[in-house]
């Protein structure tokens, strides 16, 4: 599987925040996944078995290759919790979904009304705008989000970051709690929160 550009409303607006992703998909697993960031000078890499990684580009020097490693996320309740896309993208039981985890955790990116559906309310930026990374499930893998959920979002945009996650210690479902990537809906957290996360978004009520 293979998305192009990911993130094309940054790459348009010529912010960094964009990237290809790339996965293998093998007896319904993802095996590999790859996200190469050409502006941020970027990528982050997992192979099953083999550990998630991050480096630099190619045409890059500057970042050393590191393993990516996670420790336990703690308590549900101290969590911080990026969500995507903004509530105008959402339909009303993705928003119902998104408030009900946004208000269930301590800090969620960004910070804004989860249940208003205002399409004239300023787009909010993305949870890994800034932080060198393209992607909010990139934060879970490098630590710094406990948990990501991406809603509306096709098979393209969540294999490649499975293994990558995955691979460093965190977990990944969609709102069921099954491992599948064709229900548009992607949780990534760090280890010892999954389950209570899908409590709280309750998407099966």
Known sequence: MIDAIDGTASFVANEPEWSTLIAVEEDGRVTLGMVSAPALGRRWWARLDSGSWTGPCPSERAVPVHRLV???????????????PPPSRLNQQERIVAARLAGGVSKVRPMIDWTSADPSAPEPRKPSAGSGTCHGAL???????????????????IAPLIPIVQEAGGTFSDLSGQYRTDTGAALFSRPGLHQRLLDIAGAAD
């Open 139 to 157: 934060l879970v893998a490098a630590g710094q989000l406990d948990a990501f959920l991406l809603l509306g979002a096709g098979p393209w945009d």
């Open 70 to 84: 996670l420790t336990d996320g703690g308590r549900v309740q101290n969590a911080a919790v990026g969500i995507r």
